[in-house]
C-alpha cells in the first residue's frame, strides 16, 4: 500500500485556530446568552479544511498543559508574558478572555458528539501532540497552525506539510521546505535553531543579543546547525567573525537550554486514538442536541456535509 492509498492525516493546532476564530468571527451567542463565536469558528475552519483537503485521518491536538514546568525550568521567560496571575504553588493561568473560556468546554462537547479524535498529553504542549504524530505517521501530513514554530516539522520527504493560518484559514498559505527557504534563507529542518537565535517574543525566547534573521541564517548556512555554530564560536581557529563569536559566547547560558526548549517533541507516548475521521457523527442525538442548545445549526450542518463529502 502506498502512501497515498493510506489517506492524508490533518492536525489541528486547536488553540491556535479558536483564538483565532474568537478574535475573527463577530460576537454571537446562543439562546441562552453564552457566547458561541469561537465555537462556531471552529467549526466552520474544520468543515472548510476537511471539504478542501479531504483528510481521512483528523486529530484535534490539545494543550494539556500550555506552559510545561520543564520548560520554564529551562527557560523562565517561556511564555511568561501570557501569564494571567502568579500563585505560588499554584499552576498557571494562561490569560484567556472569560468569553472565550466558556466556550472551550462546548467545542470539546461537540467534537466528542461527532467522533473527532481529540488528543492531549500531560505536561505537554499540542505541539509536542503535533510533533509526535506527524514523525512516522507513514502518511501524507497536513498540520494546522498559526505558529510559526512548527515550521520545523515540515519535512518534504516524509510528505509534512504545514497550512499556515496566521491570515486566516480562507487565506492559508502551504508551507513546504521550497517556502521555509524562500522566506528564511534555511532550510525547515533547521527552523528550530533559527528560532532560538533570532528569539521570538511571542514565545518569551529573547535570543542571542544582536542576532537577527539574516545573521541567524548566514550562520545556519556556513555552519549547519546549533552544535556546529557553538563549536565554532568556542574554536579560536574557526572563520567565524569576533562580531558574532563574542554575541553567542555571551549566550552560552542561554544556548545551552533554549534548544530543548523550542525543539518539539516527537517521542510521546500517546497510547492508541482512532484519529479516523467520521463520515458521519458518532452521536446524531447528542450534535443536534447541542446544536439546538447553543444556536448552532448552521456550522454544525455544514461539517456534517464536509465529513459526509470527505
Known amino acids: 500500500m502506498t502512501r497515498d492509498e493510506q489517506g492524508r492525516l490533518m492536525l489541528l493546532d486547536t488553540a491556535s485556530m479558536y483564538f483565532r476564530a474568537f478574535y475573527g468571527v463577530p460576537e454571537i451567542k446562543g439562546p441562552d446568552g453564552t457566547p458561541v463565536n469561537a465555537v462556531r469558528g471552529l467549526l466552520d475552519f474544520i468543515a472548510r479544511l476537511v471539504a478542501d483537503y479531504r483528510p481521512t485521518h483528523l486529530v484535534c491536538c490539545w494543550d494539556n498543559d500550555w506552559r510545561p ?85 515540515v519535512d518534504d520527504e516524509a510528505d509534512v506539510r504545514v497550512l499556515y493560518i496566521a491570515r486566516g484559514v480562507g487565506r492559508h498559505e502551504r508551507v513546504t ?19 532560538t537565535l533570532r528569539g521570538d ?61 523550542v525543539a518539539v517533541a516527537r517521542d510521546l507516548d500517546l497510547g492508541a486514538a482512532d484519529t479516523r475521521l467520521p463520515g458521519t457523527p458518532r452521536d446524531p442525538d447528542a450534535v443536534l442536541d447541542l446544536a439546538q442548545r447553543f444556536g448552532l445549526e448552521s456550522p454544525v450542518q455544514r461539517l456534517v456535509e464536509a465529513l459526509s463529502r470527505a
Open 177 to 195: 521546505n521550497d517556502w521555509v527557504r524562500a522566506k528564511y534563507d534555511i532550510d525547515a529542518r533547521q527552523y528550530a535553531d533559527f528560532a
Open 69 to 153: 514546568q520543564w520548560r520554564v525550568d529551562l527557560l523562565p521567560s517561556y511564555k511568561a508574558h501570557r501569564v494571567e496571575q502568579e500563585v505560588e504553588s499554584a499552576p498557571d493561568i494562561e490569560e484567556v478572555p472569560d468569553p472565550l473560556e466558556a466556550q472551550i468546554p462546548i467545542m470539546l462537547e461537540v467534537l466528542e458528539a461527532f467522533g473527532i479524535c481529540v488528543l492531549g498529553a500531560d505536561g505537554y504542549e499540542a505541539d509536542d501532540v503535533i510533533g509526535t504524530l506527524a514523525t512516522g505517521a507513514g502518511r501524507p501530513v497536513d498540520i494546522v497552525t498559526g505558529d510559526r514554530d512548527l515550521f520545523q516539522l
Open 201 to 261: 517574543a511571542s514565545d518569551g525566547l529573547p535570543g542571542v543579543a544582536g542576532v537577527g534573521e539574516k545573521t541567524a541564517a548566514t550562520l545556519l548556512n556556513r555552519f549547519g546547525d546549533m552544535d556546529g555554530i557553538v563549536a565554532a564560536a568556542l574554536d579560536p581557529d574557526s572563520d567565524m567573525g569576533p562580531g558574532p563569536r563574542g554575541k553567542l559566547k555571551q549566550a552560552a547560558d542561554y544556548l545551552e537550554v533554549a534548544p530543548t526548549v
